[in-house]
DNA sequence: CCGCTCAGTCAACAGACGCTTACAAGCCGT
DNA sequence: ACGGCTTGTAAGCGTCTGTTGACTGAGCGG
């Protein structure tokens, strides 16, 4: 966190990124549509004009949002066993921000309007069902189970959706243990080959 | 449906009929802020200023769909045992309009950004989850069978979501047959009070 | 057949939107 | 220290947004 630099107090590497992690926020809390670039540049505290710099326009740094947010999700999955599924996605649902928004699980339920974003969501969502259903034994050509897991992971972007602006208790303010116990039953009972 | 009168050329009611069926699939399958006054407008065939008169604004527009969906949900869903409750998702989320869009359900999780419209949605969740619960024996105060009915209707959200827009398949095509079975398990699952 | 009422039309508004351009200021190698 | 490249600023562009108010014409009681 800290950095060895004395932080240059023009540094195009810093700013790319307070205007990524403002554009998350904003694009998770908000919904596409309804941000603006300028709310995203007054949170990062940068110019609005720096959006079309580093990011070519709203939605490329949206496009931004979503390959970094997919790529720190890859880092934290890694291989994992059907066992361990549950207690990753109660991470993620969780959340590991400091605000406890899920933002990576969120984004990915958002759609964009954007053709080219739309494709990497869906792109990205086709990978993780097929994952997990191969995790159950799944062979190419099995769409019962392909169904099953892919309803797995609708249910848990419904989760984090519903837990990131909706004050619906106890939902809302559940812990990552509060999670562990029925989201393990749901995957377990949901992905399953003996359909 | 069929109404005695001979259709009127000039009719307020039914124009009012054509501005909410046009609203309702426009913010269920772009969302709220994506959705323009106009668009709704030309799918309904009329002036745009008639949103204004008759809904006094778009979010009083978005409001009224929001309650007349409620209200179609509730007298299609009536009171149900748990074991029915399976198929009653299903059949919602499967879509029972013509094009397949489950759009009540995707309405319910669709947040507008304006304050009253998401109260009603909120109030519409709770009393859901509540009514999950108590046919599975809920009684107030138990914080975690409450938990576990809100997370099946997270996951019935999800469900209905990915399906609405997302050409994900086998799911976003699966019928409420193939559904019924995935959900049955689901259902069955999560919402059992020995936690 | 007249005249009032109300459903529907039309054009325009003020503001917000995404984006671009021209310019000022900082950073670094030499 | 100074030139050249990079970083940030300010202003404005064309467009689209939701909403309004004055208008036209259909419908119906008299």
Not at 70 to 78: I, K, N, P, S
Not at 85 to 109: F, K, N, T, Y
Not at 176 to 184: A, N, R
Request: proline share 4%; with cysteine.
């Amino acid at each position: 966190m800290t950095s060895p630099a004395p932080a240059r107090r023009r540094d195009a590497a810093r700013t790319r990124q307070l205007l990524l992690d403002a554009a998350r926020v904003r694009f998770a809390q908000d919904g596409y549509a309804a941000t603006t670039v300028r709310d995203i540049a007054d949170d990062a505290g940068v110019n609005v004009a720096l959006i079309s710099r580093y990011f070519r326009s709203k939605e490329g740094l949206f496009e931004a949002c979503l390959t970094t947010a997919v790529d720190e999700m890859r880092r934290a999955a890694g291989s994992a066993t059907l066992a361990e599924v549950p207690r990753r996605i109660a991470e993620q649902a969780a959340g590991i921000d400091s605000d406890g928004i899920p933002r990576q699980l969120v984004l990915l339920l958002r759609s964009s309007g954007d053709t080219r974003a739309d494709e990497i969501r869906i792109g990205i969502l086709r990978s993780y069902a097929e994952n997990l259903a191969g995790l159950a034994g799944w062979t190419e050509g099995d769409d019962k189970l392909l169904l099953r897991a892919q309803i797995a992971i609708a249910a848990s972007l419904g989760i984090a959706m519903l837990r990131s602006k909706t004050p619906l208790e106890p939902l809302a303010s559940a812990t990552e243990q509060d999670l562990l116990g029925p989201l393990s039953d749901l995957i377990s009972a949901v992905v399953r080959s003996d359909a």
